[in-house]
């Protein structure tokens, strides 16, 4: 027989839901909570981890999900411009390299400017953190994206107008550092709040195609940046672009950021936020201790089961982050710069028909996700395709024909928008238990990954490149030498694709798991659910009465009940 027992929760006596006895062959995965260990076994660390889980699962969904449109168009909106300005550094990394590292040889230009980028990601997790307090304890999720708006903008403008090292000399760089780490630092809450308030006002049967809007508005600012340099590129001369003509793509957010502003500030507050803010202060209020309220992120890293999801979440987005970012921003220069298999301005040309073609795969995706009954159904599908297709492209770059080139990075891109289509609301989900943890929870979980696979991908990449041109052979030799080598960054990302298969199989626990288990244990999970909450109202019921027990015996030394409220 499977027990299920409510803990930690002060009712007499303890309550125990019997079910029908269940299969082993029909446990779902993900339910360790609800197996049944005898208690003397369990160590404290075990009881605790199996209340959290068990928490998890029982917990109801939004249901204030309405699908407003500005919530939508503000996330939409706000990583466009954000990814936008984001991006152009990274296109412009030679040009870039050049202006602020011009004693270096053209591959240490292209490294250093490559670490400048780095240096952004790295702010990103602090990013995460701030925004995350703002987003969940102080002002909300509306809030929090207003203020990251206007914290990319200044420094984007000033990239605009540094002064290169041979004006300022060895401080140019340095500011060209610090104003990049204020970047990182406010990508660290857009793209986290964007996914965030757009899922929280999603119905459940809507959570995947908008979240794949939100991911195609960031694949967008890159589309935009693609645009941009290209345009950029291909009106001025290479003397032209490396002398000044680079700075244009950073001024021109200039005229995005008024229209956004309007967005945003026309966007409606996160309903389940609010009302589970409301919650918590007023259980707050009602205890007898009451305690000082923690940040954001401790509550979150306090909890077992909340690091364990934390860590899973991570793990699977280190295949989509580095895929990403490999795709989107090293192809090119790598293309270019790095094999000379075309011009710049070509490999800028094809990078954009391919971001063109990833949002209309993205939204896809999405969409479809909706429809199957586990949100990692269609993850599951397409990781396989991602460890295969990496090294593909790769392979398919040595024909050096201009539709090879192209097909190799289409097929990649079909791939991985299978895996990130649905994302966006996957990551949602795993923190949508405690929407005033949810924010804070995303944008950890996003931005280390980020940080971790995708800011380290362009110099990883280019070192395994570097130790590629050492060992390759030519083309007389065997294909063990002479490709083989030069799949080295497509196996990187292979290897990163079965960490990601690994940690969404047997690592990551989504509500959904419930949903595809069998009649018996969604049945128990719905009891324990009323059960808990139940018993948590009669606590607050008994606080409130006592609470007003003690106040009017202190007035007037005996205690009169007062109409309506029961002794």
Known sequence: MASFQQQDVPQEPTTTVMTAPIKTSTRIEGMEALDNIEEPMLTEADKRMR???????????????????????????????????????????????????????????????????????????????????????????????????????????????????????????????????????????QLAGSYVISIEQSSARTRGFRGSVCDASSVGGFLMASAVTSITRLILTVDQVNAWGWRLPFLFSLLLAPLLYHVVNHTEESKLWSERSEQKE???????????????????????????QLAGMIGVLSAVSSSFYILFLWTPVYLSELRGIMTEAEADAMSFIVVG???????????????????????????????????????????????????????????????????????????????????????????????????????IATGLFYISQGIVGDDSDPWIKSLLPRLLPGLYISFLGVVSFICITCVTRHPHDVRTGNPELRKAVEAENKKFKAALDAKKKRKQRQQLKDKLSSVDGAYIPPTGVAA
């Not at 929090?144 to 760089?173: C, E, H, N, Q, R």
């Not at 209020?285 to 089961?305: K, M, V, W, Y």
């Open 51 to 189: 209340e959290e889980e068990l928490s998890f699962y029982s917990a109801s969904d939004n249901d204030h999900g309405d699908d407003n449109i500005w919530g939508l168009l503000s996330g939409v909106g706000g990583n466009i411009y954000e990814w936008y300005d984001f991006a152009v550094y990274g296109l412009l990394a030679p040009e870039i390299g050049a202006a602020f590292f011009p004693d270096s040889s053209d591959e240490l230009q292209l490294i250093n400017s490559f670490g400048v980028y780095l240096a952004a990601f790295l702010m990103r997790p602090l990013g995460a953190i701030f925004f995350g307090e703002i987003g969940d304890r102080l002002v909300g999720r509306k809030n929090a994206l207003m203020v990251s708006i206007m914290l990319i903008t200044v420094p984007s403008v000033l990239m605009g107008v540094l002064p290169g090292y041979k004006k300022w000399g060895v401080a140019s760089p340095i500011i060209l550092v610090i104003l990049r780490m204020f970047q990182g630092l406010s990508v660290g809450g």
């Open 282 to 308: 007023t259980e707050q209020i009602i205890r007898e201790n009451e305690q000082q309220t923690r940040p954001a992120f401790l509550d979150l890293l306090d909890s077992p089961f909340r690091r364990r």
């Open 357 to 459: 073609a990833y949002i209309i795969f993205l939204l896809i995706s999405g969409r479809t996700s909706d429809s199957f009954p586990h949100r990692t159904d269609l993850v599951r599908i397409g990781l396989p395709g991602v460890i295969v297709a990496c090294p593909t492209m790769f392979g398919m770059f040595e024909s050096e024909s201009w539709w090879g080139i192209l097909l190799g990075q289409l097929q990649f891109a079909a791939c991985l928008s299978m895996v990130q289509g649905c994302m966006a609301a996957f990551e949602v989900e795993l923190w949508m238990a405690d929407p005033t943890l949810s924010f804070t929870g995303v944008a950890i979980g996003h931005n280390v990954a980020s940080t971790l696979f995708g800011g380290t991908m362009p110099l």
